[in-house]
């Protein structure tokens, strides 16, 4: 087992670019001089900055990250670097009679390496006993032909960081431009809120004119279909001129099916919630006539047709603005573990105030939904679940169910 060790550790020393060109009776006096060390995962080997600057690293087995501080002083946010495994060396700047180490290194699994004492090296170049002037002659060299390995080793570490850093820089670039179409798309959305809330002003002086108490639901849904098509054509306009591709917004049908399918079954558990809601205003509060309002007598087929479809129709608008655009950007935007939680309220706010010019109660009301579709909005990263889901439960809630009793529209 021992030989077995020996010869695997002279075999990755063999294969390291450090010592290429060294001879065995020089390997086998290094490692002689070596010894090994474990660490645990997540244990770190060098701490960047330490004044310990007396050996390097050649890995057995395991793997090992290299870590860089940032500019922040949270220690959790150093950069990593690189990544090492079996057969590779760190550490080795010490070489140079650098004092410090330049960089931390962490087990990123268990791992085990061969530790080189610096000043050993040296040692190997000097006259050892019983040999010959050409073995000593032999041995002066290999100091030599290690630094010559290093020069190269380092101009190609130097060469793949050069590599990595103009990678970072397009991708910082690429980032900086999203940040850049999201606080546009935001810019935006600030000014067509600020035109919604003129509107909703504008809407309540009709409504409570002396001459309008008759057309107030007309007055109230023209100005909500006109605010409807304010909100989705602006989001539309700042969509095309983005850098985003529409997936990024939902508007994909790559995966429809499976979208529309879990849309309708997602659907269910609302809808049962509803009637549960509605079955106990009915049976301990007296509201209502019936669990079921519907009456299919009063409409044609092409009636129910044309209603189904307005509702589908409208349902995806307000997604495309509330979940597809809003959402999507905020997600992309905020930072942080929570993320996803905030931008998923913020945007249900957002989607309950655009129901704000109707009533107050139904604006409450769409928030607990709105969070409900939000999440379905994560999972399936399209519109077409929640686009179905949303006009189903409005048509069922309000034209079926009959919720217009408690909640006015």
Same mark, same amino acid.
């Given at each position: 087992?021992?030989?077995?060790?020996?010869?695997?550790?002279?075999?990755?020393?063999?294969?390291?670019?450090?010592?290429?060109?060294?001879?065995?009776?020089?390997?086998?006096?290094?490692?002689?001089?070596?010894?090994?060390?474990?660490?645990?995962?997540?244990?770190?080997?060098?701490?960047?900055?330490?004044?310990?600057?007396? *050996?390097?690293?050649?890995?057995?087995?395991?793997?090992?990250?290299?870590?860089?501080?940032?500019?922040?002083?949270?220690?959790?946010?150093?950069?990593?670097?690189?990544?090492? *495994?079996?057969?590779?060396?760190?550490?080795?700047?010490?070489?140079?009679?650098?004092?410090?180490?330049?960089?931390?290194?962490?087990?990123?699994?268990?791992?085990?390496?061969?530790?080189?004492?610096?000043?050993?090296?040296?040692?190997?170049?000097?006259?050892?006993?019983?040999?010959?002037?050409?073995?000593?002659? *032999?041995?002066?060299?290999?100091?030599?032909?290690?630094?010559?390995?290093?020069?190269?080793?380092?101009?190609?570490?130097?060469?793949?960081?050069?590599?990595?850093?103009?990678?970072?820089?397009?991708?910082?670039?690429?980032?900086?431009?999203?940040?850049?179409?999201?606080?546009?798309?935001?810019?935006?959305?600030?000014?067509?809120?600020?035109?919604?809330?003129?509107?909703?002003?504008?809407?309540?002086?009709?409504?409570?004119?002396?001459?309008?108490?008759?057309? $107030?639901?007309?007055?109230?849904?023209?100005? $909500?279909?006109?605010?409807?098509?304010?909100?989705?054509?602006?989001?539309?306009?700042?969509?095309?001129?983005?850098?985003?591709?529409? $997936?990024?917004?939902?508007?994909?049908?790559?995966?429809?099916?499976?979208?529309?399918?879990?849309?309708?079954?997602?659907?269910?558990?609302?809808?049962?919630?509803?009637?549960?809601?509605?079955?106990?205003?009915?049976?301990?509060?007296?509201?209502?006539?019936?669990?079921? *309002?519907?009456?299919?007598?009063?409409?044609?087929?092409?009636?129910?047709?044309?209603?189904?479809?307005?509702?589908?129709?409208?349902?995806?608008?307000?997604?495309?603005?509330?979940?597809?655009?809003?959402?999507?950007?905020?997600?992309?935007?905020?930072?942080?573990?929570?993320?996803?939680?905030?931008?998923?309220?913020? $945007?249900?706010?957002?989607?309950?105030?655009?129901?704000?010019?109707?009533?107050?109660?139904?604006?409450?009301?769409?928030?607990?939904?709105?969070?409900?579709?939000?999440?379905?909005?994560?999972?399936?990263?399209?519109?077409?679940?929640?686009?179905?889901?949303?006009?189903?439960?409005?048509?069922?809630?309000?034209?079926?169910?009959?919720?217009?009793?408690?909640?006015?529209?």
């Amino acid at each position: 087992m021992r030989e077995k060790m020996y010869s695997d550790t002279l075999s990755l020393l063999k294969k390291n670019i450090l010592f290429q060109a060294c001879s065995d009776d020089d390997l086998n006096t290094l490692i002689s001089f070596a010894k090994t060390k474990i660490f645990k995962a997540g244990e770190y080997l060098i701490h960047e900055g330490d004044n310990d600057q007396q *050996e390097f690293y050649l890995i057995q087995s395991g793997k090992v990250e290299i870590l860089k501080k940032s500019n922040k002083p949270d220690p959790a946010e150093a950069i990593v670097i690189t990544t090492l *495994e079996k057969g590779e060396t760190f550490g080795e700047i010490a070489l140079l009679g650098f004092k410090q180490r330049i960089a931390s290194v962490k087990a990123i699994k268990q791992t085990t390496v061969l530790v080189i004492p610096i000043d050993k090296l040296n040692e190997i170049q000097n006259t050892l006993v019983s040999l010959t002037a050409e073995k000593s002659s *032999e041995h002066s060299a290999f100091y030599n032909t290690v630094l010559i390995n290093l020069g190269k080793q380092l101009s190609q570490r130097l060469y793949n960081t050069n590599l990595i850093t103009v990678e970072t820089l397009q991708r910082q670039l690429v980032l900086q431009r999203e940040r850049i179409d999201s606080i546009r798309f935001f810019l935006t959305m600030l000014f067509i809120l600020a035109i919604y809330s003129y509107c909703t002003a504008f809407l309540k002086n009709l409504i409570n004119a002396p001459n309008a108490a008759n057309k $107030s639901e007309l007055i109230s849904a023209i100005i $909500s279909l006109v605010m409807m098509v304010v909100f989705f054509g602006g989001t539309m306009i700042v969509i095309s001129k983005n850098s985003f591709p529409l $997936s990024f917004y939902g508007l994909t049908l790559k995966r429809w099916k499976r979208s529309a399918f879990e849309g309708l079954l997602y659907t269910i558990p609302v809808l049962f919630v509803l009637l549960l809601v509605k079955f106990i205003a009915l049976r301990f509060y007296g509201l209502g006539d019936s669990l079921i *309002e519907f009456d299919p007598q009063h409409l044609s087929a092409l009636e129910l047709t044309g209603m189904v479809t307005l509702y589908f129709v409208l349902a995806s608008m307000q997604e495309i603005v509330a979940r597809g655009a809003v959402l999507s950007s905020l997600i992309h935007f905020l930072s942080g573990r929570h993320k996803k939680t905030i931008a998923v309220a913020l $945007s249900d706010l957002l989607f309950g105030m655009i129901h704000l010019h109707i009533s107050l109660e139904l604006a409450i009301a769409v928030l607990f939904f709105g969070f409900y579709w939000g999440w379905m909005f994560l999972r399936q990263q399209d519109i077409v679940g929640v686009s179905i889901s949303h006009a189903l439960t409005g048509f069922i809630a309000f034209n079926v169910i009959g919720f217009e009793e408690f909640i006015p529209i």
